[in-house]
């Protein structure tokens, strides 16, 4: 029997949130938002060294059904967490909430008030089917779609790049995350079928076709990810040290020439992270031609050479992720490739080869790796979808 394979319901998602919203409020909502979370499919720790990113908006996300209140109360429900609620007012300071899932939306408030002062009051209930510390962006997505209903609600001219500008400025200020800005903007802004190539410099973007004989097989390792926000946060400071010692205002001002005459004055850790960001923007680049051109053999290169490059030189892997990527590696072999995508430590691996291959994959990482790890493997087959600030398809 295989794992875990939990199909999306959008329809069932929404339903949820409005029956949910009706039981809490008493009364019927009149908005309804949605915002999809992320695979990345090659181009990790670039986004915030203006470098660039790969990402597809999947079909899984946050859902919020809501309704305008008459004051400035704002005041949510969160059916995942047993439907804990926070509530705060515009018209004040705004601290910290008593709950981790309530500091990704005080934190969107602070930042969209400060944009917009005349927003007022919203009723919300909230829910997602992103798995949640699986490095899908579930927080992005909870930003973005509250980002969207806001607009919907107090007709906003908010645009997609600014939606996720606030949000990722939530997260650094307030929840104290010092993340890129690839999560939110593709959440905002992905094209249904399409890849995302992002440039973090200037914020420009260029989609390309997902072959249709192509899958993209998401892996959950459920490795509890520790210290992620520790963990990240210092990876981009040795970064930001590499760029200062090459005399660079980022890495992506920096090529190989650079990094080897640099050689002597970096701290050992700093050029292994720089070499990492280095050869990960190429690799974007060569994954969005490939992708172009169809050539999975170029795409199983690509992406096993990402994945090395995240194991050794900028050491964000963990063993059970590293036993996951070999176990399917064994079963597309060059038929497709395979990569841990997301901040690190835990989460999922990415695989994209042909729809024939993902039984066998799905049936392999069954069989073999609760025996080599202890822990039960979950697949998600995802799509590309649009972004809830992209025009509709
Ligand atoms: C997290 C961050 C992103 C990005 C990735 C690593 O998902 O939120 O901004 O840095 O890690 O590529």
């Known amino acids: 029997m295989l794992s875990e394979e939990v199909r999306p319901d959008p329809q069932f998602m929404q339903q949820k949130v409005i029956q949910g919203y009706e039981a809490v409020f008493g009364q019927k909502p009149d908005l309804l938002s949605f915002a999809p979370g992320r695979v990345n499919l090659i181009g990790e720790h670039t986004d915030y060294n203006r470098g660039f990113v790969l990402p597809i908006a999947i079909d899984r996300g946050t859902y919020i059904a809501a309704k305008v209140r008459n004051d400035e109360q704002v005041c949510v429900y969160a059916l995942d967490f047993d439907c804990q609620s926070d509530s705060c007012s515009l018209n004040e300071r705004i601290a910290p909430s008593p709950f981790g899932w309530g500091n990704y939306v005080r934190g969107t408030l602070v930042e969209l008030r400060n944009a917009y002062p005349q927003i007022g009051g919203l009723d919300m209930v909230i829910s997602g089917d992103v798995p949640q510390g699986a490095g899908l962006s579930s927080s992005a997505s909870l930003e973005i779609a509250l980002l969207a209903v806001f607009r ?45 190539l992002l440039d973090c410099a200037d914020l420009s973007v260029s989609h390309t076709k997902i072959p249709e004989d192509y899958a993209v097989l998401v892996i959950n390792s459920h490795v509890k990810r520790g210290l992620v926000d520790s963990e990240y946060n210092l990876r981009r400071k040795q970064c930001e040290q590499a760029a200062q010692c090459m005399g660079v205002d980022s890495l992506r001002s920096a090529n190989l020439t650079d990094l080897h005459a640099s050689r002597e004055s970096l701290p050992p850790l700093a050029y292994q992270r720089a070499h990492h960001v280095i050869t990960e923007n190429q690799r974007v ?14 795409i199983s290169r690509l992406m096993a050479s990402s994945h090395r490059s995240m194991k050794e030189d900028f050491e964000v892997t963990v063993e059970p ?13 060059s038929r497709g490739g395979v990569r841990m995508t997301g901040g690190g430590f835990g989460g999922c691996v990415v695989v994209v080869t042909t729809p024939e ?6 049936q392999k990482v069954t069989q073999v790796y609760p025996k080599m790890t202890g822990l039960q493997p979950s697949f998600y087959q995802c799509s590309a979808q649009q972004g809830a600030f992209s025009e509709p398809k």
Request: charged letters at 20%.
């Open 152 to 196: 919907d609600a107090y007709h906003l001219p908010l645009t997609g790049v600014e939606a996720a500008k606030l949000a990722q400025r939530a997260e650094n200020k307030f929840v104290g995350c010092a993340c890129g800005i690839m999560d939110q903007l593709i959440s905002a802004q992905g094209k249904s079928g399409h890849a995302m």
């Open 285 to 298: 680049l060569d994954m969005f031609n490939a992708l172009q051109t169809g050539s999975l053999d170029s």
């Open 321 to 333: 992720i590293d036993t996951l990527v070999e176990i399917v590696k064994s079963v597309i072999g």
């Open 357 to 362: 291959l993902v039984a066998q994959v799905e």
